[in-house]
Nanobody, 115 residues
Framework: QIQLVESGGGLVQDGGSLRLSCQASGSIAGINVMAWYRQGPGKQREAVATITRRGSTNYADFVKGRFAISRDNAKNTVYLQMNSLKPEDTAVYYC?????????WGKGTLVTVSS
């Protein structure tokens, strides 16, 4: 269905910040839930943050107070602001669109946090 492209990943120092972007090929205004997931080395994919079309957000405990998800429907873009990054945040970060049970995924963007 909808195509998602992540960007903004890269190498950052311990304690640094990055802002990830998820650009959708079409309107996300009607998408129920947009989310960021991540998969670190040797780990399973895990949810990081979600935001509903009404703007309600939820965060995994391990990023609370450090990460912030936002949604700009006019630009068909979802963002993930990541502050106070730690080496354990190193992972491929994926954008997800959950349209009433139908899921679309981006190919991911790599975030590497150096010690």
């Amino acid at each position: 269905q909808i195509q998602l492209v992540e960007s903004g990943g890269g190498l950052v120092q311990d304690g640094g910040s990055l802002r990830l972007s998820c650009q959708a090929s079409g309107s996300i205004a009607g998408i129920n839930v947009m989310a960021w997931y991540r998969q670190g080395p040797g780990k399973q994919r895990e949810a990081v943050a979600t935001i509903t079309r009404r703007g309600s957000t939820n965060y995994a405990d391990f990023v609370k107070g450090r990460f912030a998800i936002s949604r700009d429907n006019a630009k068909n873009t979802v963002y993930l602001q990541m502050n106070s990054l730690k080496p354990e945040d190193t992972a491929v970060y994926y954008c997800n669109a959950d349209h009433w049970g139908m899921n679309s995924w981006g190919k991911g963007t790599l975030v590497t946090v150096s010690s």
